[in-house]
């Protein structure tokens, strides 16, 4: 009887069977080849070209430099659409048919744990840009951030933030429940808040393809609240902010990281939704950091506007994965992830990445305020 197995290898041509049984396969010949899904279209797109963008540009001057290993880097990028379950499908592509040795992805925490779950699998690294959910990490051990996570954001500085720079003790939060993200940052903000002497006076649910958002305003308007608090992705605070205007609630709304796209405040009317009303995210172009301004110089140099939190991150990411290969001096899975986990004090467009003992990076926030149709850097909160 013959093997299935045999029957494979008798199909494969020569080269490939021997690159297989010698185990160089997965370098991809001539060029390092690093695999990326993003949300390059649908309803987070703005958070994909962003992250995109800044890892192309991290590509571009490590092979500038020369590369890595004295092999040049490959970028091999899928769009997963910004649909569920798109992820683990171009995951397992990037695994299986192109041979990538590590994957960089994704900004949505929702997409990066699809993938964590396959990385970890089949054990290739992979390093998140700017998901900021705890669970990312905890997929296991082949699984990384270059930011920081929502305990910090939603706990610490958005909590403080409504306490100290609002005034605001009474808030209403609206949650999105199908987005791992706006669940998490929503429960982190409770408790720290709650702590901090707040008072939650409204919780209002909804899901990714809601458009009326009026039941959920007008049962937290009759609260008497000071603030609202919307952890979720700008597409649905555009329309939550237009909404809650037109029901005459005045009071300021603030949110996290996933409020960051130009389109939030595009259209009719959502400039004046959302005029003075402030979130946190990683990073400002208009931040007075040196290793900041240099990146922001080369990113306009490159594109043609500004980078955001995401082109930085998407940036950083590359540039620390591509370090671990380095200092690793191999392109096993194994190798990469023990490098990744001894990064310390890597100087990054964000900050200093040191990868702690539960994958995660440890940086400062800023907190960006919209006003006259800009967002404008307001401050650096530190962890
Ligand atoms: N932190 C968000 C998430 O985990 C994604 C995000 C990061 C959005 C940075 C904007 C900027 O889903």
Redesign the pocket.
């Known amino acids: 009887m013959i093997s299935p197995r045999r029957i494979l290898f008798s199909l494969l041509p020569l080269p490939l069977l021997a690159a297989l049984l010698t185990g160089c396969g997965s370098s991809g010949g001539d060029a390092i080849r690093i695999g990326e899904f993003a949300s390059l279209t649908g309803s987070?797109a703005s958070?994909g070209r962003s992250s995109h963008n800044g890892t192309v540009l991290a590509f571009e001057e490590l092979n500038a430099g020369g590369g890595v290993l004295g092999k040049k880097l490959q970028l091999i990028s899928e769009d997963n659409q910004s649909k569920q379950g798109e992820s683990t499908t171009v995951v397992k592509k990037l695994i299986a048919r192109d041979k990538v040795v590590a994957i960089l992805g994704e900004?949505?925490?929702?997409r990066?744990l699809e993938a964590a779950e396959i990385c970890q699998q089949f054990k290739v690294p992979q390093v998140s840009?700017?998901?900021?959910?705890p669970k990312?990490t905890q997929k296991g051990d082949y699984i990384f951030r270059v930011?920081w996570e929502?305990k910090f954001?939603g706990g610490q500085v958005l909590a403080k933030f409504a306490l100290d720079s609002l005034k605001a003790k009474r808030v209403a939060v609206l949650t999105d429940v199908g987005?791992?993200?706006s669940v998490g940052l929503a429960n982190f903000f409770r408790e720290g808040f709650l702590a901090g002497g707040g008072q939650i006076v409204a919780e209002q649910k909804f899901t990714k393809d809601d458009k009326d958002f009026k039941a959920q305003l007008t049962a937290a308007k009759s609260t008497g609240l000071d603030a609202i608090f919307v952890p979720a992705?700008y597409g649905q605070v555009t329309l939550i902010a237009l909404q809650a205007r037109e029901l005459g609630i005045t009071v300021p709304i603030f949110g996290?990281?996933?409020?960051?796209?130009p389109e939030l405040i595009q259209g009719p009317g959502a400039a004046q939704a959302l005029e003075g009303c402030f979130f946190s995210?990683?990073f400002s172009p208009d931040q007075e950091m040196p290793k900041a301004k240099e990146f922001v110089a080369k990113y306009e140099k490159r594109f043609g506007a500004k980078p955001?939190?995401?082109g930085a991150?998407g940036y950083d990411s590359a540039l620390v994965l591509v370090d671990a290969i380095k200092r690793a001096g191999s392109t096993e899975g194994a190798k990469i992830r023990d490098a990744l986990a001894a990064t310390k004090d890597f100087d990054g467009s964000t900050g200093r990445i040191t990868i702690d003992a539960e994958r995660n990076a440890r940086k400062p926030a800023v907190i960006i305020q919209i006003k006259g149709g800009q967002f404008v850097y307001k401050e650096t909160v530190n962890p």
């Open positions: 987070e958070f900004v949505a925490s929702g990066s840009p700017s998901s900021t959910n990312v930011c929502d954001q987005a791992p993200y992705y996290g990281d996933g409020w960051e796209a995210t990683h955001d939190a995401m991150l």
